[in-house]
């Protein structure tokens, strides 16, 4: 699983040490004068400078006034209702039937083969869920305002004592709701695909002499090895992300082997992470090593040196690792020569007080490349100033719940690659159930942030049109990641007209453009410039959806961090006011000009 | 006003009838099954019955969705899901699933092939590149060589599923056989990967759901076992099945059709690696020579529009021989005449460059050589214009024969280069011989007992193959340059460290050891050439002798060592010993002149001029304290090289 060290940050973190309050602060500074300047300018073209000035100070009084305070609750859920009610005439349910054929027919493109098929099966229905709920939102919300005005059934309401927030706010309300249930409904058809899809059983296919080795028979495109103890139980090897207890028991003399059901692949770990720096072969810090790959996920270190990976952990409780420091660890290797086929490359892991003062017996492992779990114990074999002493792991190395952790390559000309997130303790476990359900809520905030973009757009477009824009904003938000590398000049090939061009005459990206007029070219990278620009501005104003999505968390079982969950809370609420606010205004102008 | 509307209407009517007309004359369906063979459609077929004009080019071509391969719900529910943005749905899946591979996400990557293939089944070149990027590009970056192993089983699972889409595509079958034989025994991890093969059961019943009789004796290498190379060869006699029915291959039929020979010649080569080194060797050494000869007698189609059996080149060539002869009879004697009369024709240097023997020539007499070639050897043309009349245009027919049936045994010859096809059937001929079977047994079993330290056993086994081995090189010549020969110099080099001994001319490989060390310094050596021919013409009186092998214990033979033409010590009766190549060049050359006498060095004296000679501080030496090599040797001293044979050492 890829994580980003931005990823780790508690909410407080992100809110104060990196100063996201303080931008955020700064935004809507910015975009409430530019809203300003924009009304003002079209209100004085229309009515000149001092009348434009009064009334949209008006518009502003009121909102603070009287609108904001007198908006009442009991009239938002009345049209909240109506709300919910209208999405529940235009047959939004039916969304719920479309997702179960879709799930009865996963099966046909979900590989049970695969290694790990949990993650598979849960990033499926996670991202179908995600999709449907998505475009349900948008088509609910897009056009209902555009339609109440067009049948002009709008005018029923404004002319009750209804303030125009209530209007932005009970649609919110009224369409979070009905994508609410709908939700719900998915996600519980999801849980019990998923867990229904991955449960299977297994036999005792042979038994070795000794009657306490065997292989289970083939279920799901996989078997076990198991060996059990004396007391005739035991757990099977990991295959697909999964083990199965097994017992033995004697029945009339006879014995019976009994496989459990599947564990394991439906976990919610909870990991406690830490930063990463990298030292070259002498021990000095660098940026780490990249061995020739273009993802620049992973750094390397060489080995039979000094160079490291160091981690430094914070927050590390005694409390939460009664039994020992359990590690898990994903290192890749890398082999300049082949050397010893059959044997992994070596790795060396150590343990060191945050004052360096105190270290660890070194540790010996082999990479496997895949989840690797080691143990500390709480009394182990160390250093103290080099010289070696028994030592407590938690009165010894972990200091003020800080601790770091050294992974080195034993094997010389051999290359050992890791990312922040690839180490990381393991503090105890939560259910899959609420991890899957935290998950949902991040789907749900994704839902009502298009929800409040397609009121917003509704308030002052057409349906289509506020379709289309706020189909757009979901675009930019998943995909405008992509303007950056236009940016960054990784990208080949320019940009639309630059594009269209090179279509036409029938020239790869890789080629120059090489028009044979250099004033045209400047001109076309120009006209692409501005455009890239423009569109650079807007997806500012949208959220990312790419880094709101949170399925990578449930389907590799980590449980979601509280404080992303939270953070991603608070930008909901940042655009839902956003939203309303500019919603309000809108409303407000049209009732004015009707 | 109301009836100008319905006008309008009707008139939109009448144009969506008009339009439909032509869509359904091009894409009506068929209603009955056309009664003719797919390729030419049946004459009786109605045109209603055999559909519209898209349907008839689509059963013509056989390229009708039912025709293509299996249709899967799975797949046409995506296409029509995509509503004919198909294309787009592609280009973006190619994206994610290029970003997979270099983000190494693979599990995804692994999900979104499968994707992107079932939007467009029918494309091969999708199931091609993709399967390809499984089997070689992805499972190369797991560093434990099973989990290398689960993704090359991953590509060839994923090409599976490809043929049963296109089925008339032989060319899947045939890079199946390619991954299950080349990438699985050809690798760097070639020895865990067959033994995970052979002993992957589920896999195996999995192969026999696709096809593949993985349970016959014909799939079944030496432990009775499938064997990866056996294995892979039944996708290849697929993909040939296929291509006999009908189906079309772009592949190049010289390559398509060589897999198979392959296939069982790799095999037993892998087979005596692992150290089944006795009958069973021998029978699969000779089934896989039976296969090659059989390959040698395919009509194979050539880029010069005609076919060649590359087992028939002897035949080409006797055939242009006699062609030729039949030309030259009718001459007659006028060529001869032209050639004496050709010397004043010669400038001064072009004729002593001509009257050089080839090997003393410097490479500007040997251009002057091949420039004046047309003034002292008349062409067929020169020789058909000398003649009578009458005689001209029969001249002409032999000599068009006579050049049509060289040009076709150089083509047939052109053909065995590019598979190396000369090679193939020396070793599928050489390997099954019980000499071959047992040099490499000893030497395997020498090594063995080397691994456990038991020198004693070792070096007798060691000297046993030797003996063995001198008897193929001097039977092969051709084997001493082939990669058998390289393990051979790595297995003297154990065998000198572990004896402690030099080589000198009495070692049974004395004239392989010079003879590489010459070679593998300068691969254009006219010396190494030289004695590489005296050896290849020698070779013949050998070959009955490699039915006996010897065996440890036997009394050591006499040494035999080359016969040089050029040996001082044969100058003066060199009439009777076969004479080289190179002098028969030179015979030629100066049969219409008496050719002043050349003086010319006698070739041994360069026989050792690129050998290493052993110094005290040579890293390489492998000698003993009791024969120290002088310090340093040079082509001067050649007269004492001569009287001392100098100290041979195993080129690196």
Known sequence: MRLEPNQFWSLSEWLFREGSLLYGAALVITMAAFGFFVCYVVAMVRQGPGEGFFSIAKVIYDLFRTDLPKTSLSRIWAIAKLAFLEAIRRKVLAVIGIFIVGILFAGWFLDKSADDPAKLYISFVLTATNYLILLLGLFLSAFSIPADIKNRTIYTIVTKPVRPTEIVLGRVVGFSLIGSVVLAVLGLLSYVFVVRGLNHSHEVATIGSDGRNGVTDVAGAHSHNFRLNEDGKGVTDESKGHQHTVTATKVNGETVFKVGPPIGNLSARVPVYGSLTYTDRNGIVNAGLNVGYMSEYRKFIAGGSLSSAIWNFENVKESDFPDGLEIEMNIEAFRTYKGDIVTPVRGTLILRSPDETVESERVSFLVKESLDRKVIPLKLSGFRLNKPEKIDLFKDLVKDGRVQIIIRCEDSQQYLGMAAADLSLRAGEKTFAWNFFKGYVSIWLQMVIVICFGVMYSTFLSGPVAMVATLSSLVLGFFGANIDTFFSNQYNGGGPVEAIVRILTQKGTMLDLDLGNQALERTIRTIDYGMMSGVSTLKSAVPDFGRLGTSDFIAYGVDLFDGLLARHLLIALGYFIMTTIIGYFFLKTREMAA | ?652
């Open chain 2, 1 to 652: 006003m109301n009836t100008k509307a319905l006008y309008r209407k009707a008139a939109y009517i009448c144009g969506i009838v008009a339009l439909l007309l032509p869509l359904f004359l091009l894409g009506q369906p068929p209603t009955v099954k056309s009664t003719g063979s797919s390729a030419e459609p049946s004459a009786s077929a109605s045109a209603s019955s055999s559909g519209g004009l898209l349907s008839q080019i689509r059963d013509r071509y056989d390229i009708g969705q039912a025709s293509l391969g299996q249709l899967d719900p799975a797949s046409e529910t995506m296409r029509l899901a995509t509503l004919g943005l198909r294309g787009v749905a592609a280009t973006i899946l190619w994206q994610k699933s290029d970003y997979y591979k270099t983000e190494k996400y693979y599990d995804r990557l692994s999900a979104t092939l499968n994707q992107l293939a079932l939007l467009q089944p029918h494309f091969v070149s999708v199931w091609d590149s993709q399967a390809h990027n499984l089997a070689y590009n992805v499972s190369v970056e797991f560093d434990d060589y099973r989990e290398r192993y689960a993704w090359v089983k991953k590509g060839i699972d994923y090409l599976v599923t490809g043929t049963k889409f296109n089925r008339r595509q032989p060319i899947l079958q045939w890079h199946l056989g390619k991954y299950m034989t080349q990438k699985l025994g050809r690798s760097d991890e070639k020895r865990q990967f067959r033994e995970l093969f052979r002993n992957d059961d589920e896999y195996h019943q999995k192969l026999v759901g696709y096809g593949l009789d993985v349970e016959s004796a014909d799939a079944r290498g030496a432990d009775r076992k499938p064997d990866n190379w056996l294995v892979g060869r039944l996708w290849f006699l697929k993909a040939y099945d296929l291509v006999r029915a009908g189906a079309y291959c772009k592949k190049n039929p010289l390559y398509f059709y060589a897999e198979n020979p392959y296939a069982l010649m790799y095999s037993a080569e892998a087979m005596e690696e692992e150290g089944t080194l006795d009958d069973k060797a021998m029978f699969a050494w000779s089934r896989a020579s039976n296969e090659w000869d059989a390959y040698g007698a395919l009509d194979i189609m050539t880029s010069w529009g005609h076919t060649v059996q590359m087992g028939k080149y002897d035949v080409a060539l006797q055939i242009a021989k006699d062609a030729n002869a039949k030309f030259d009879a009718l001459v007659g004697d006028i060529r001869k005449e032209v050639i004496a009369n050709s010397k004043d024709k010669l400038t001064e240097d072009e004729f002593t460059a001509v009257n050089t023997p080839t090997l003393d020539r410097t490479p500007e007499q040997q251009y002057l050589v091949d420039a004046s070639l047309h003034k002292y050897m008349p062409s067929k043309n020169m020789l058909i214009q000398m003649l009578p009349k009458e005689k001209r245009s029969e001249a002409l027919a032999l000599a068009s024969d006579a050049e049509g049936k060289e040009e076709y045994a150089v083509h047939v010859g052109k053909y065995r280069d590019q598979c190396n096809y000369d090679y193939w059937e020396m070793r599928g001929r050489l390997e099954q011989k019980p000499v071959t079977v047992a040099a490499r047994r000893q030497m395997y079993e020498a090594d063995q007992f080397l691994a456990k330290g038991d020198l004693d056993k070792s070096i007798g086994l060691y000297e046993a193959a030797w003996q063995n081995w001198a008897k193929v090189f001097r039977a092969y010549p051709k084997m001493m340059t082939e990669e058998s020969a390289d393990d051979v110099l790595k297995a003297i080099k154990r065998y000198g460290k572990a004896a402690d001994i030099s080589f000198e001319d009495s070692f049974a490989l004395s004239d392989f050891l010079k003879y590489r060390t010459i070679r593998d310094r300068n691969k254009m050596s006219e010396v190494g050439n030289e004695m590489f021919e005296t050896m290849l013409k020698a070779s013949a009186q050998y070959i009955d002798g490699l039915d006996t092998a010897y065996q440890v214990g036997d009394a050591v033979p006499e040494p035999v060592m080359v016969q040089r033409s050029s040996d001082p010590e044969e100058q003066g009766n060199s009439s009777d010993k076969p004479k080289s190549a190179s002098a028969q060049t030179s015979e030629k050359a100066t049969a219409r002149v008496i050719a002043p006498p050349v003086e010319r060095k006698p070739a041994y004296d360069k026989s050792f001029e690129n050998v290493e000679f052993v110094t005290p501080d040579s890293p390489r030496a492998l000698q003993t304290q009791s024969s120290p090599a002088p310090a340093t040797e040079s082509v001067e001293s050649s007269d004492a090289a001569m009287t001392r044979p100098p100290t041979l050492v195993v080129p690196e």
